[in-house]
């Protein structure tokens, strides 16, 4: 359940929080409903109070620290500092300059009641650190002396989100999250008709238009964004930026230059290689050991404009492209919040795309993923990996549509999935391995 952020002015912060006697049944509730909650609104930690529970209980989801702190003691911290920015989901419209120790040992409680000690340096010290703060009423913004110099306030960046599929949701529903505290304004979504595209099939339209309406975001579907009517529809918004995320369609310049700080796309390769309509399949197929998230400022050719920022992830051995999609799409989220602040306050610098570089990938049909049994291709495992779930791997057999799926199984139509060495020994004339 996603719980309400709670303000620094809130009644809350004037109590004493309490220990956690015991890590309970209600304790695991609460935490599971922190996380769900950090989740949305995508910052790095919250803290018990910060939902309007006075317990002492942080939670830090950043990189490699990803845990429950109950109970938590810093029982040591080195005396060097380093000043760094911090903003806060309990404080929207601010961020600050403060120093902070960049060394420190905390004792806690896990989410299993054991007793741990965790060293931490860096900005995952930062984290622990703020975060420890609120449990004893205390703000970095309290922390910070000469105020003017390093207090920053900002207005919610207003921007309008162009998405289709499960990608572009999970982009958007991070926006959101960020909206409710401050961060964002999002005036609006536009997504593709219901009737379908050709570059994105029918079934995977759902996803951002739901997402949208659940949260009484405006919804447009045009069928060309030409047409004049969309152009004034954006132009009466006044927005600062729009935000790109598998849309399914390239954007006009007539589009992309009505927000004030241009257009930008998070799109998942290491542009400039693989542009185009299927990146991730693309990897998958080709066995790729990285690919990664581009934020890039879009121009009105395919995938072309210049880079803000780009992250490296590497590809599991055994990940289907809706396995990497999900955990990209993820990834872009949070890496999104940081460029968009960087880039709207004039802080970042884009780069030009080495074009002599450039790969591309093909929008994929239902026939894509077609074999001939009896001469498969050579990359069939990852070709199954890459194309699951949508368009699949498939071939016809006795009249019907056998589907190869991941880890050795196949579906004949009617039929439940089962291995391939089942099916075998039912069907002996059926040659094709899946190793």
Same mark, same amino acid.
């Given at each position: 359940?996603?719980?309400?952020?709670?303000?620094?002015?809130?009644?809350?912060?004037?109590?004493?929080?309490?220990?956690?006697?015991?890590?309970?049944?209600?304790?695991?509730?609460?935490?599971?409903?922190?996380?769900?909650t950090?989740?949305?609104?995508?910052?790095?930690?919250?803290?018990?109070?910060?939902?309007?529970?006075?317990?002492?209980?942080?939670?830090?989801?950043?990189?490699?620290?990803?845990?429950?702190?109950?109970?938590?003691?810093?029982?040591?911290?080195?005396?060097?500092?380093?000043?760094?920015?911090?903003?806060?989901? /309990?404080? !929207?419209?601010?961020?600050? #300059?403060?120093?902070? =120790?960049?060394?420190l $040992?905390?004792?806690?409680? %896990?989410? +299993?009641?054991?007793?741990?000690?965790?060293?931490?340096?860096?900005?995952?010290?930062?984290?622990i650190?703020?975060?420890?703060?609120?449990l004893?009423?205390?703000f970095?913004?309290?922390?910070?002396?000469?105020?003017?110099?390093?207090?920053?306030?900002?207005?919610?960046?207003?921007?309008?989100?162009?998405?289709?599929?499960?990608?572009?949701a999970?982009?958007?529903?991070?926006?959101?999250?960020?909206?409710?505290?401050?961060?964002?304004?999002?005036?609006?979504?536009?997504?593709?008709?219901?009737?379908?595209?050709?570059?994105?099939?029918?079934?995977?339209?759902?996803?951002?238009?739901?997402?949208?309406?659940?949260? /009484?975001? !405006?919804?447009?579907?045009? #069928?060309?964004?030409? =047409?004049?009517?969309? $152009?004034?529809?954006?132009? %009466?918004? +006044?927005?600062?930026?729009?935000?790109?995320?598998?849309y399914?369609?390239?954007?006009?310049?007539?589009?992309?230059d009505?927000?004030?700080?241009?257009s930008?796309?998070?799109?998942?390769?290491?542009?400039?290689?693989?542009?185009?309509?299927?990146?991730?399949?693309?990897?998958?197929?080709?066995?790729?050991?990285?690919?990664?998230?581009?934020?890039?400022?879009?121009n009105?050719?395919?995938?072309?404009?210049?880079?803000?920022?780009?992250?490296?992830?590497?590809?599991?051995?055994?990940?289907?492209?809706?396995?990497?999609?999900?955990r990209?799409?993820?990834?872009?989220?949070?890496?999104?919040?940081?460029?968009?602040?960087?880039?709207?306050?004039?802080?970042?610098?884009?780069?030009?795309?080495?074009?002599? $570089?450039?790969?591309?990938?093909?929008?994929?049909?239902?026939?894509?993923?077609?074999?001939?049994?009896?001469?498969?291709?050579?990359?069939?495992?990852?070709?199954?990996?890459?194309?699951?779930?949508?368009?699949?791997?498939?071939?016809?057999y006795?009249?019907?549509?056998?589907?190869?799926?991941?880890?050795?199984r196949?579906?004949?139509?009617?039929?439940?999935?089962?291995?391939?060495?089942?099916?075998?020994?039912?069907?002996?004339?059926?040659?094709?391995?899946?190793?």
């Open positions: 359940m996603i719980l309400s952020i709670t303000k620094n002015s809130d009644l809350i912060w004037k109590q004493k929080f309490k220990k956690v006697e015991s890590v309970s049944s209600e304790v695991k509730r609460i935490v599971a409903n922190m996380k769900e950090l989740d949305f609104t995508g910052g790095v930690g919250l803290a018990a109070p910060q939902v309007g529970l006075p317990l002492k209980i942080f939670i830090v989801n950043y990189g490699k620290l990803k845990g429950v702190f109950i109970n938590p003691e810093i029982s040591d911290k080195v005396k060097a500092t380093t000043e760094g920015e911090e903003g806060c989901l /309990s404080v !929207p419209g601010f961020r600050g #300059l403060l120093r902070r =120790s960049n060394e $040992k905390i004792d806690y409680l %896990d989410s +299993k009641g054991r007793k741990k000690q965790a060293h931490l340096t860096g900005f995952y010290a930062r984290i650190q703020h975060e420890y703060d609120h004893k009423s205390v970095y913004i309290d922390r910070i002396t000469k105020k003017k110099d390093k207090l920053t306030h900002f207005s919610p960046v207003r921007l309008v989100f162009f998405g289709t599929p499960e990608f572009g999970i982009i958007l529903k991070s926006l959101i999250g960020q909206s409710v505290v401050g961060e964002y304004e999002v005036l609006g979504v536009i997504t593709q008709p219901d009737s379908g595209s050709a570059y994105l099939p029918k079934k995977n339209f759902k996803p951002v238009k739901s997402l949208a309406k659940e949260f /009484s975001i !405006p919804v447009s579907q045009p #069928l060309k964004l030409s =047409s004049k009517s969309i $152009k004034k529809y954006l132009k %009466d918004l +006044k927005p600062d930026v729009f935000i790109v995320a598998s399914g369609q390239i954007l006009p310049k007539s589009i992309l009505i927000p004030k700080h241009g930008l796309n998070v799109h998942a390769s290491l542009l400039p290689k693989y542009r185009g309509a299927s990146p991730i399949q693309q990897a998958v197929l080709n066995r790729e050991r990285y690919t990664g998230i581009t934020i890039m400022l879009m009105e050719k395919m995938d072309e404009g210049d880079i803000l920022g780009q992250i490296k992830v590497r590809i599991g051995s055994k990940e289907t492209s809706k396995d990497l999609e999900l990209l799409a993820k990834i872009g989220a949070e890496f999104l919040h940081q460029i968009v602040h960087l880039w709207v306050n004039k802080k970042l610098k884009p780069r030009h795309q080495l074009s002599t $570089k450039a790969t591309y990938t093909k929008r994929l049909t239902k026939d894509s993923g077609y074999i001939d049994w009896t001469n498969p291709p050579q990359k069939l495992e990852s070709m199954i990996r890459a194309y699951y779930p949508w368009p699949g791997v498939w071939t016809n006795n009249g019907k549509i056998l589907k190869l799926l991941p880890e050795g196949v579906q004949l139509e009617g039929k439940q999935s089962v291995g391939i060495k089942e099916f075998k020994q039912g069907h002996k004339d059926f040659k094709l391995s899946l190793d």
